[in-house]
């Protein structure tokens, strides 16, 4: 078999050794049974029972499952777990992996109560069991090494561990839940118990000894806790809120915070205000012997939560505060939220421990202090000078920070809501005069980057422009005063692209040779150019409105080659590299998308959240660039289906074991989460679409689509998992606007809709598509069968369309909705033609049908219809529509193979009856005729469509030139093209022409 061959114990003679090794079946067979008989072992029996097993004949390749069926039926304990493992193997793609339970799962039970000090078999038969999630089997087993091996305190937490899952899995009848919870909880409780009486009894100059089987380290009291949260009472849990040894306090001052956390998170989640602000409070006010503040809690996210709290009790119980420091201090009053924030935050400011990452995150919580627990009815600015208290502290921040990479993502938050007046004067009067300051020419760059990031930011927010009343809308801008009907300021963008690509030309002269500055300052620079293009080339579509019409390819050139620019210098950049990527795709350039893409260098283990950036309708963008016939293609297919084929082989990856030997509890409550979300992840799915309908593009139909586990293991009912990470990609745009990687999609990213829609999609073409072998001579009954199976496909897959169908509109492209429309309606046509007697009357449904397929078709030519403008304008244009061309393409195959196997099967029906009773109706037939001379015309215009392309002025010697003059022709071009190398305009048109290329060999028929 292709998988790797299990080696037998050892004491087995070499003769054997070397049979089963090689292979050699009749030998192994014949010699373990000879060993079976001499030596009367049961070993040797399954050596051979499982040898049978991979032979080619039929009745023996299922000798091992008959034998462990035997085995569990008849109550036989087998006690070698080698003989076991040798079972596994065997039956390993014979049996269904929920199968294991009930065969394989008991086995191993028997085993390890036979013998039950035997360590190693006992954990071997654990593992086995965990790996392919049989819980129940592997509680038992956990249950009965703890209590062989008392002093091993691990074995009681895989005890705890494993009860406590099977407590809330459905593998244990619902009756047995509370049970196992109940186990679970006294068993854990009882180490807890343990271990505060160790530290009660505990010498008081003496550190406690923890005892063995006590609970000890961090994931032991997570653990505690997710058991006691699962399966406690309200008042199990105050118990251990409040216990001196495990309280989130207590724990905390031992360095410990992950617990402090995961309570915080779960008071506010609840709205438990009062006790998240107490416990804040408590650990930030934490001090050593000196009452100098430890700093232990100094980091943001507690100064956050902290904040929070304070907030809204300063909405709904501001007395709170009051009392709570009343009762503390035994005094009849106390401070405000306000008051109390402020002390707290000056004590820790004043304390000698004060780092610089604690400054900064006292000083940014003075300023989330100021905003979201200030007086909030002051003015910002003052006869132009800062006035409110959250100005003061967020000026006071910036002139500190002003030097750091990450001020501006610290302050993006606060300055958006400013008013308007003080939004310009903190981006375009305060920062700049920062810059003029300061006497170091790289600190000096890194506040007027910072600068012109915050302008951009404020182009963007919503109170950067005032309404003008008239008949059209209009607006003015605040910082410049230019009125304008865009969705931006057209006149600031253009003024902070230029600023920028005047700063990047002097920065990258005056700092050559600057670390810093060549990997951090310059590229941002260029991001801040190619950032002001890119708003420009989508400032047509207004905030709240669906876009009217797509983004202007002039300034997203412009974008583009600003970046590529700096991506030759900066090649490990990873912000720009994948927004080129994203750029490149939206611009049809995908072979040059591909070699960013593999420079990003995505390991197999991240591949599931960052591969849709990249793949997602790759396929229709460019078939030749994925295609598993090309070399590259073929690897880029492997590193998807890679990170599956290995994670998803068995039930648990073995990654699970590592986690129980390390202790590591929370990863393995986690991981079966993981695992299921991985089995039913969009990724997955998409890997499967996109091989398969790049294959189809080329004319070479996928096969095997219906069986492959992609497909096989997902069901109308599986909601599949979108879980793309864009966290590494750049954010500069106020939170009104979509983030600008959302706008440099191809369209909405992957969903569940989407992803079923896509699958049901291939699955018809996959359907219809089939053709038997040439040797293969189909009888009239195959035939017959050939007809029913297709039938009830359509029938299945028309009822599935119609479930996603109905909310998909905002997950799709619109070409995307009328091809999966378009297949829907072809699932019903299939069977209401084949359904209509010939003698009945023709129902309307049916031209209906019809006449909504030709309107698809008719609405996807005009998506591609060629663009107005010169031959490098129009040519842009077509590349650009490369989706809805394949779109266009495959709505026209599937109508025209409907369309066959609609005229296939009357043919069909003439031969089996030559009365003509049970031909099609005749109507029908001219119906279908009319819908095949559609997709026939579209499949002209498709060939025409890229023959035009080819011939065009892309392939051209004069190309790059004109399109250099075209992109760079006006405004801020001239002098963006002054800076932009004829190379990297050559790259991006040699990228066109390797995929204009590859279109040539797309079928249109």
Same mark, same amino acid.
């Given at each position: 078999?292709?998988?790797?061959?299990?080696?037998?114990?050892?004491?087995?003679?070499?003769?054997?050794?070397?049979?089963? @090794?090689?292979?050699?079946?009749?030998?192994?067979?014949?010699l373990a049974e000879k060993r079976a008989r001499t030596l009367n072992d049961q070993y040797f029996e399954i050596v051979k029972i499982c040898a049978e097993s991979q032979l080619d004949d039929p009745n023996s390749k299922f000798a091992a499952v008959?034998?462990?069926?035997?085995?569990?039926?008849?109550?036989?304990?087998?006690?070698?777990?080698?003989?076991?493992?040798?079972?596994?193997?065997?039956?390993?793609?014979?049996?269904?992996?929920?199968?294991?339970?009930?065969?394989?799962?008991?086995?191993?039970?028997?085993?390890?109560?036979?013998?039950?000090?035997?360590?190693?078999?006992?954990?071997?038969?654990?593992?086995?069991?965990?790996?392919?999630?049989?819980?129940?089997?592997?509680?038992?087993?956990?249950?009965?090494?703890?209590?062989?091996?008392?002093?091993?305190?691990?074995?009681?937490?895989?005890?705890?561990?494993?009860? @406590?899952?099977?407590?809330?899995?459905?593998?244990?009848?619902?009756?047995?839940?509370?049970?196992?919870?109940?186990?679970?909880?006294?068993?854990?409780?009882?180490?807890?118990?343990?271990?505060?009486?160790?530290?009660?009894?505990?010498?008081?100059?003496?550190?406690?000894?923890?005892?063995?089987?006590?609970?000890?380290? =961090? !994931?032991?009291?997570?653990?505690?806790?997710?058991?006691?949260?699962?399966?406690?009472?309200?008042?199990?849990?105050?118990?251990?809120?409040?216990?001196?040894?495990?309280?989130?306090?207590?724990?905390?001052?031992?360095?410990?915070?992950?617990?402090?956390?995961?309570?915080?998170?779960?008071?506010?989640?609840?709205?438990?205000?009062?006790?998240?602000?107490?416990?804040?409070?408590?650990?930030?006010?934490?001090?050593?012997?000196?009452?100098?503040?430890?700093?232990?809690?100094?980091?943001?996210?507690?100064?956050?939560?902290?904040?929070?709290?304070?907030?809204?009790?300063?909405?709904?119980?501001?007395?709170?505060?009051?009392?709570?420091?009343?009762?503390?201090?035994?005094?009849?009053?106390?401070?405000?939220?306000?008051?109390?924030?402020?002390?707290?935050?000056?004590?820790?400011?004043?304390?000698?421990?004060?780092?610089?990452?604690?400054?900064?995150?006292?000083?940014?919580?003075?300023?989330?202090?100021?905003?979201?627990?200030? %007086?909030?009815?002051?003015?910002?600015?003052?006869?132009?000078?800062?006035?409110?208290?959250?100005?003061?502290?967020?000026?006071?921040?910036?002139?500190?920070?002003?030097?750091?990479?990450?001020?501006?993502?610290?302050?993006?938050?606060?300055?958006?809501?400013?008013?308007?007046?003080?939004?310009?004067?903190?981006?375009?009067?305060?920062?700049?005069?920062?810059?003029?300051?300061?006497?170091?020419?790289?600190?000096?760059?890194?506040?007027?980057?910072?600068?012109?990031?915050?302008?951009?930011?404020?182009?963007?927010?919503?109170?950067?422009?005032?309404?003008?009343?008239?008949?059209?809308?209009?607006?003015?801008?605040?910082?410049?005063?230019?009125?304008?009907?865009?969705?931006?300021?057209?006149?600031?963008?253009?003024?902070?692209?230029?600023?920028?690509?005047?700063?990047?030309?002097?920065?990258?002269?005056?700092?050559?040779?600057?670390?810093?500055?060549?990997?951090?300052?310059?590229?941002?620079?260029?991001?801040?150019?190619?950032?002001?293009?890119?708003?420009?080339?989508?400032?047509?579509?207004?905030?709240?409105?669906?876009?009217?019409?797509?983004?202007?390819?002039?300034?997203?050139?412009?974008?583009?080659?600003?970046?590529?620019?700096?991506? @030759?210098?900066?090649?490990?950049?990873?912000?720009?590299?994948?927004?080129?990527?994203?750029?490149?795709?939206?611009?049809?350039?995908?072979?040059?998308?591909?070699?960013?893409?593999?420079?990003?260098?995505?390991?197999?283990?991240?591949?599931?959240?960052?591969?849709?950036?990249?793949? *997602?309708?790759?396929?229709?963008?460019?078939?030749?660039?994925?295609?598993?016939?090309?070399?590259?293609?073929?690897?880029?297919? !492997?590193?998807?289906?890679?990170?599956?084929?290995?994670?998803?082989?068995?039930?648990?990856?073995?990654?699970?074991?590592?986690?129980?030997?390390?202790?590591?509890?929370?990863?393995?409550?986690?991981?079966?989460?993981?695992?299921?979300?991985?089995?039913?992840?969009?990724?997955?799915?998409?890997?499967?679409?996109?091989?398969?309908?790049?294959?189809?593009?080329?004319?070479?139909?996928?096969?095997?689509?219906?069986?492959?586990?992609?497909?096989? =293991?997902?069901?109308?009912?599986?909601?599949?998992?979108?879980?793309?990470?864009?966290?590494?990609?750049?954010?500069?745009?106020?939170?009104?606007?979509?983030?600008?990687?959302?706008?440099?999609?191809?369209?909405?990213?992957?969903?569940?809709?989407?992803?079923?829609?896509?699958?049901?999609?291939?699955?018809? @073409?996959?359907?219809?598509?089939?053709?038997p072998p040439t040797v293969y001579k189909s009888s009239a009954a195959a035939s017959g069968t050939d007809q029913a199976f297709v039938l009830e496909m359509m029938a299945q897959f028309g009822h599935s369309f119609s479930k996603f169908l109905r909310? %998909?509109?905002?997950?799709?492209?619109?070409?995307?909705?009328?091809?999966? =429309?378009?297949?829907?309606?072809?699932?019903?046509?299939?069977?209401?033609?084949?359904?209509?007697?010939?003698?009945?009357?023709?129902?309307?449904?049916?031209?209906?049908?019809?006449?909504?397929?030709?309107?698809?078709?008719?609405?996807?030519?005009?998506?591609?219809?060629?663009?107005?403008?010169?031959?490098?304008?129009? %040519?842009?244009?077509?590349?650009?529509?490369?989706?809805?061309? %394949?779109?266009?393409? *495959?709505?026209?195959?599937?109508?025209?193979?409907?369309?066959?196997?609609?005229?296939?099967?009357?043919?069909?029906?003439?031969?089996?009856?030559?009365?003509?009773?049970?031909?099609?109706?005749?109507?029908?037939?001219?119906?279908?005729?009319?819908?095949?001379?559609?997709?026939?015309?579209?499949?002209?215009e498709g060939k025409e469509l890229l023959k035009n392309l080819k011939g065009g002025a892309v392939p051209g010697r004069d190309f790059v030139a004109a399109l250099k003059t075209w992109v760079f022709g006006d405004g801020m071009g001239n002098e963006?093209?002054?800076?932009? !190398?004829?190379?990297?305009?050559?790259?991006?048109? =040699?990228?066109?022409?390797?995929?204009?290329?590859?279109?040539?060999?797309?079928?249109?028929?």
């Amino acid at each position: 078999m292709s998988r790797q061959r299990p080696r037998l114990r050892n004491g087995v003679d070499l003769q054997l050794q070397s049979a089963f @090794h090689d292979g050699n079946w009749p030998v192994a067979i014949r010699l373990a049974e000879k060993r079976a008989r001499t030596l009367n072992d049961q070993y040797f029996e399954i050596v051979k029972i499982c040898a049978e097993s991979q032979l080619d004949d039929p009745n023996s390749k299922f000798a091992a499952v008959a034998a462990v069926g035997q085995y569990v039926k008849d109550g036989t304990v087998v006690r070698d777990v080698d003989a076991i493992d040798l079972l596994e193997w065997a039956t390993l793609d014979l049996v269904h992996e929920d199968g294991f339970a009930q065969t394989l799962g008991p086995l191993r039970v028997r085993a390890v109560k036979a013998s039950p000090k035997d360590r190693s078999a006992a954990t071997r038969c654990l593992e086995s069991c965990l790996l392919h999630w049989d819980l129940v089997s592997a509680q038992q087993i956990a249950a009965i090494i703890d209590r062989s091996f008392p002093k091993e305190r691990a074995f009681l937490f895989w005890n705890i561990v494993i009860t @406590h899952m099977l407590a809330t899995s459905p593998q244990s009848p619902p009756e047995k839940w509370k049970l196992y919870g109940t186990l679970a909880q006294k068993q854990i409780e009882r180490a807890a118990q343990l271990t505060e009486q160790a530290r009660t009894t505990a010498p008081e100059d003496e550190p406690p000894k923890p005892p063995a089987r006590g609970v000890q380290t =961090e !994931e032991e009291i997570l653990l505690l806790y997710d058991v006691v949260e699962t399966h406690g009472t309200a008042a199990d849990i105050e118990k251990l809120l409040a216990s001196p040894v495990f309280s989130p306090v207590s724990q905390f001052r031992l360095g410990r915070k992950e617990l402090f956390l995961r309570i915080a998170a779960k008071h506010q989640r609840q709205g438990d205000w009062e006790s998240l602000f107490d416990l804040c409070r408590d650990c930030l006010s934490d001090a050593d012997e000196d009452d100098v503040p430890t700093l232990l809690a100094a980091d943001w996210l507690v100064w956050r939560h902290f904040i929070d709290a304070a907030s809204h009790l300063k909405t709904v119980n501001p007395e709170y505060v009051t009392a709570a420091v009343a009762r503390r201090t035994q005094l009849t009053g106390g401070p405000s939220t306000r008051k109390l924030v402020q002390d707290l935050l000056l004590s820790v400011a004043k304390s000698k421990n004060l780092r610089p990452i604690y400054r900064r995150n006292v000083l940014l919580a003075r300023v989330s202090a100021a905003f979201d627990i200030g %007086a909030g009815d002051e003015d910002d600015l003052q006869e132009g000078r800062p006035s409110s208290l959250r100005i003061r502290e967020l000026v006071s921040y910036v002139e500190d920070q002003k030097s750091s990479l990450a001020c501006f993502d610290d302050i993006k938050g606060f300055v958006e809501r400013l008013d308007a007046s003080a939004i310009k004067y903190i981006a375009y009067e305060h920062v700049p005069r920062l810059a003029d300051g300061s006497s170091d020419v790289a600190v000096a760059a890194r506040i007027q980057l910072l600068s012109l990031k915050l302008q951009y930011f404020a182009s963007t927010c919503p109170l950067s422009a005032v309404a003008v009343p008239g008949e059209k809308p209009r607006s003015k801008c605040i910082a410049c005063g230019s009125e304008f009907d865009t969705a931006l300021c057209a006149s600031c963008l253009s003024s902070i692209g230029r600023n920028g690509l005047a700063l990047y030309q002097s920065t990258t002269e005056d700092l050559a040779g600057n670390p810093a500055a060549e990997n951090e300052i310059i590229p941002e620079l260029a991001m801040v150019v190619g950032f002001c293009n890119l708003r420009l080339g989508f400032n047509h579509e207004r905030l709240g409105y669906t876009p009217s019409r797509p983004p202007s390819a002039q300034y997203l050139l412009r974008a583009l080659f600003i970046l590529e620019h700096q991506f @030759h210098l900066t090649p490990k950049h990873s912000q720009i590299s994948l927004i080129l990527v994203q750029l490149h795709l939206l611009l049809g350039s995908a072979h040059r998308s591909r070699e960013i893409w593999d420079s990003l260098a995505v390991k197999r283990t991240i591949v599931d959240s960052l591969a849709p950036i990249f793949y *997602d309708r790759l396929s229709t963008v460019s078939p030749s660039a994925i295609s598993p016939s090309d070399t590259w293609g073929l690897q880029l297919h !492997e590193t998807l289906k890679s990170h599956y084929g290995v994670s998803l082989k068995l039930r648990m990856p073995r990654r699970l074991i590592d986690a129980f030997e390390a202790g590591s509890y929370g990863s393995i409550m986690d991981m079966p989460k993981y695992i299921e979300n991985l089995r039913a992840s969009c990724t997955r799915a998409m890997s499967l679409v996109e091989e398969a309908r790049a294959e189809r593009l080329l004319g070479k139909p996928y096969g095997e689509l219906l069986s492959d586990a992609r497909f096989a =293991e997902v069901h109308d009912e599986l909601c599949l998992k979108n879980a793309i990470d864009y966290g590494s990609f750049p954010s500069w745009d106020c939170s009104a606007w979509p983030p600008m990687h959302a706008r440099l999609l191809l369209g909405p990213g992957p969903s569940n809709q989407r992803s079923h829609l896509s699958l049901l999609s291939e699955a018809f @073409h996959d359907v219809l598509d089939w053709k038997p072998p040439t040797v293969y001579k189909s009888s009239a009954a195959a035939s017959g069968t050939d007809q029913a199976f297709v039938l009830e496909m359509m029938a299945q897959f028309g009822h599935s369309f119609s479930k996603f169908l109905r909310n %998909a509109g905002s997950t799709c492209t619109p070409a995307e909705m009328l091809y999966f =429309e378009a297949v829907s309606l072809l699932c019903t046509l299939i069977p209401l033609c084949t359904g209509i007697a010939r003698t009945s009357p023709l129902p309307d449904v049916l031209s209906q049908l019809t006449e909504s397929l030709r309107v698809s078709l008719d609405s996807l030519r005009a998506l591609v219809s060629t663009h107005q403008g010169d031959a490098v304008e129009k %040519a842009v244009s077509t590349l650009k529509s490369l989706h809805n061309v %394949a779109m266009l393409r *495959d709505t026209a195959v599937a109508v025209k193979l409907t369309t066959l196997w609609i005229l296939s099967y009357n043919e069909r029906e003439k031969e089996r009856d030559r009365s003509g009773s049970s031909n099609l109706h005749k109507e029908v037939l001219s119906q279908v005729k009319s819908l095949e001379s559609a997709a026939d015309g579209t499949f002209g215009e498709g060939k025409e469509l890229l023959k035009n392309l080819k011939g065009g002025a892309v392939p051209g010697r004069d190309f790059v030139a004109a399109l250099k003059t075209w992109v760079f022709g006006d405004g801020m071009g001239n002098e963006l093209g002054a800076v932009i !190398e004829d190379g990297t305009v050559s790259e991006l048109v =040699e990228s066109w022409r390797s995929n204009i290329k590859g279109w040539q060999q797309v079928k249109w028929d």
